[in-house]
């Protein structure tokens, strides 16, 4: 399984990126995947979460801003960020789990087996 994330930045406040993860070696569409971040001194947390039947799950802090899509057929996640802030600045991670995950347990990071390197995203004010 390799996950590869793209489309990382430098971006003003209030700006918008697209953080892209091509998925290989597995079966795509039957893998819970997600977004995580890291910001510097801090635990890695979980921002939005699609599942394989495509429900989806976001933390409050990017609720009605960033928005998860897959295509299956490109074996791609996708992580639209609208609005951005400086609170919004951390390294960005693909994670896929080969199991479906109960909403409650969609963020905790034990869930998911396999991790991309991350993509930087930048907001500056």
């Known amino acids: 399984v390799q996950l590869v994330e793209s489309g990382g930045g430098s971006v003003q406040s209030g700006g918008s990126l697209r953080l892209s993860c091509a998925a290989s070696?597995?079966?795509?569409?039957?893998?819970?995947m997600g977004w995580f971040r890291q910001a510097p001194g801090k635990e890695r947390e979980g921002v939005a979460v699609?599942?394989?039947?495509?429900?989806?799950s976001y933390a409050d802090s990017v609720k009605g801003r960033f928005t998860i899509s897959r295509d299956n057929a490109k074996n791609t996640l996708y992580l639209q960020m609208n609005s951005l802030n400086a609170e919004d600045t951390a390294m960005y991670y693909c994670?896929?789990?080969?199991?479906?995950?109960?909403?409650?347990?969609?963020?905790?990071?034990?869930?998911?087996?396999?991790w991309g390197q991350g993509t930087q995203v930048t907001v500056s004010s």
């Open positions: 699609i599942d394989s039947d495509g429900s989806t």
């Open positions: 994670a896929a789990s080969q199991y479906r995950i109960s909403w409650w347990a969609r963020f905790q990071k034990a869930f998911y087996a396999y």
């Open positions: 070696g597995y079966t795509y569409s039957s893998y819970c």
